[in-house]
């Protein structure tokens, strides 16, 4: 069974950086597409980026250029390095996971079968 623990959320300034991480357990890892996904208050889960298991980068238009996934698969590990956080990234942040996922599937939420317990970010303007 898949376990997925998220870290590294917290209140940070309009305009600063947050590292966020999504520690896999369970299965193994390198044969997983890691995704993260967030959902804000009154709103639906939405997609942010994914990483599949050949390490090929998807990310939501609202965030290219500001965010980076990144996986390591020797740690089981999966990163999202924020930067130029905005208000509007304000939300909790999941962590999931779907095997041998590639392609722009990976970017649906009913994709994902295994998910973290999220992480709560807050973007203060």
């Known amino acids: 069974q898949v376990q997925l623990v998220e870290s590294g959320g917290g209140l940070v300034q309009a305009g600063d950086s947050l590292r966020l991480s999504c520690a896999f357990s369970?299965?193994?890892?390198?044969?997983?597409?890691m995704a993260w996904f967030r959902q804000a208050p009154g709103k639906e889960r939405e997609f942010v980026a994914a990483?599949?298991?050949?390490?090929?980068?998807y990310y939501t238009d609202s965030v290219k250029g500001r965010f980076t996934i990144s996986r390591d698969n020797a740690k089981s590990t999966v990163n999202l390095q924020m930067n130029s956080l905005k208000s509007e990234d304000t939300a909790v942040y999941y962590c999931?996971?779907?095997?041998?996922?590639?392609?722009?599937?990976?970017?649906?939420?009913?994709?994902?079968?295994?998910w973290g317990q999220g992480t709560q970010v807050t973007v203060s303007s």
């Open positions: 369970g299965r193994t890892f390198s044969s997983y597409a």
């Open positions: 999931a996971a779907d095997w041998r996922g590639e392609g722009y599937t990976i970017m649906v939420v009913t994709r994902y079968d295994y």
């Open positions: 990483i599949s298991w050949r390490a090929r980068t």
